[in-house]
C-alpha cells in the first residue's frame, strides 16, 4: 500500500485545487462566511488537514472574477472579519461546475464498473 | 478546548501578528489591496486562535503555522494582487511588473530548457566529430586558446590541430557527460513544470 503514496500524494493536491473552487463557492453559496469559517468547513468536509493561507489566493480569484463580492463586518465583540457573498453569476457558475461535477461522476461510476 | 477573545495587546500576540504583517509585506506588492489582505489574514489568525488552548501567543503562534508556509501560497496571492493593481492602474509599468510575476518563472524555465537544448546540441556535435577523427585525418579540434578554438571534419590554418589520442577521450567523455546531464536537468525542469 505504500507504494501508492507517493503517486497519491503528487495527485491530490491538484484534484483538490480544482475542487476548493467549486467547495468555496457551495459553502458561500449557503450562507455569507469569512474566511477562517471557510476553512473550517471544508477541513471538516474533506476530512483533511489543508494550509489555510491557499485559500487566499482562491479567493481573491473568485472576487476578480466577480464569483463573489466581500464586506468587511464589525460585530461588537469580536475582531472585524471579511466576509464573502456569492454573486448572481457565482451562483450561475456553481450550477455549471455540479454539473460538470456530476457528468465527471458519472463517467468515473461507468468506467470503473 | 477553550473558545475566548484574544487579547490583542497581549504583547506575544503583538509580536506574532506584527511578525506575520512583516513577512507579508516582504512578499507582497505594496498598496491597498495588500493592506486589506494583511488585516483579513489578522482577522482569520484571530478567529483560529480563539478556538486554540494555551496562552494567547501560543494560541496566535499555533493560527500562523495553520496558515501554511508563505511559500505555498505568497506568490499566487502576490500574481493575485498585482493583477487587480494592474486592472486598477492599467500603467505600463504595472503592466510589465505584472507580466514579471506572472512570466517570471516560466522565463526561468524556458531558459533553463533552451540553454540544455543546446548544450545536449553541442554534446551530439562533439560526439560526432570525435567519431569522425577516428577516420578522418583532418577531423578533430583546433585550438589556439579558450577564444580561439573549432571543431571541425576539415583542416584549419589558423590553430593546430590536438593530438586525436587525446581529442578522441576526452571528447568523449565530455560528449556523454554534458549529454546526460542536460538531459537530467532538462527532464527535472519539465517534471517541476508538469507538478507545478
Known amino acids: 500500500m505504500e507504494a501508492t503514496e507517493p503517486v497519491i500524494e503528487k495527485w491530490l493536491p491538484q484534484l483538490r485545487k480544482g475542487l476548493l473552487e467549486i467547495l468555496i463557492l457551495e459553502i458561500v453559496a449557503a450562507q455569507i462566511s469569512y474566511g477562517y469559517e471557510i476553512a473550517s468547513r471544508l477541513k471538516l468536509a474533506l476530512r483533511a488537514e489543508i494550509a489555510e493561507g491557499t485559500l487566499y489566493p482562491l479567493l481573491k480569484r473568485l472576487l476578480r472574477d466577480e464569483l463573489v463580492t466581500t464586506q468587511w463586518v464589525t460585530d461588537g465583540q469580536s475582531a472585524p472579519r471579511k466576509y464573502y457573498r456569492i454573486t448572481p453569476l457565482g451562483e450561475a457558475v456553481l450550477l455549471r461546475m455540479r454539473e460538470e461535477w456530476a457528468t465527471a461522476h458519472n463517467a468515473l461510476q461507468e468506467l470503473s464498473q | ?196
Open chain 2, 1 to 196: 478546548m477553550t473558545n475566548s477573545a484574544i487579547d490583542r495587546s497581549d504583547p506575544q500576540v503583538r509580536k506574532a501578528l506584527a511578525n506575520l504583517q512583516q513577512q507579508l509585506c516582504r512578499a507582497l506588492p505594496a498598496g491597498d489591496e495588500r493592506d486589506d489582505l494583511i488585516r483579513e489574514l489578522q482577522a482569520h489568525v484571530l478567529d483560529a486562535a480563539e478556538r486554540g488552548n494555551g496562552s494567547p501567543g501560543e494560541r496566535v503562534t499555533r493560527a500562523i503555522t495553520d496558515l501554511g508556509p508563505l511559500s505555498a501560497f505568497a506568490p499566487e496571492l502576490a500574481a493575485e494582487l498585482a493583477l487587480q493593481q494592474s486592472a486598477a492602474r492599467g500603467s505600463p509599468l504595472a503592466i510589465a511588473g505584472l507580466l514579471a510575476t506572472h512570466l517570471g518563472r516560466d522565463l526561468l524555465k524556458s531558459a533553463v530548457l533552451m540553454i540544455c537544448a543546446l548544450a545536449m546540441l553541442f554534446a551530439l556535435l562533439l560526439l560526432c566529430c570525435a567519431i569522425a577523427a577516428l577516420w578522418l585525418p583532418d577531423a578533430g579540434l583546433y585550438w589556439n586558446g579558450w577564444s580561439d578554438f573549432t571543431l571541425s571534419f576539415e583542416a584549419q590554418q589558423h590553430a593546430p590541430k590536438v593530438a586525436t589520442a587525446w581529442f578522441v577521450p576526452g571528447a568523449l567523455l565530455v560528449a556523454i557527460g554534458m549529454y546526460l546531464g542536460a538531459s537530467r536537468i532538462m527532464v527535472w525542469t519539465l517534471r517541476r513544470t508538469k507538478s507545478g
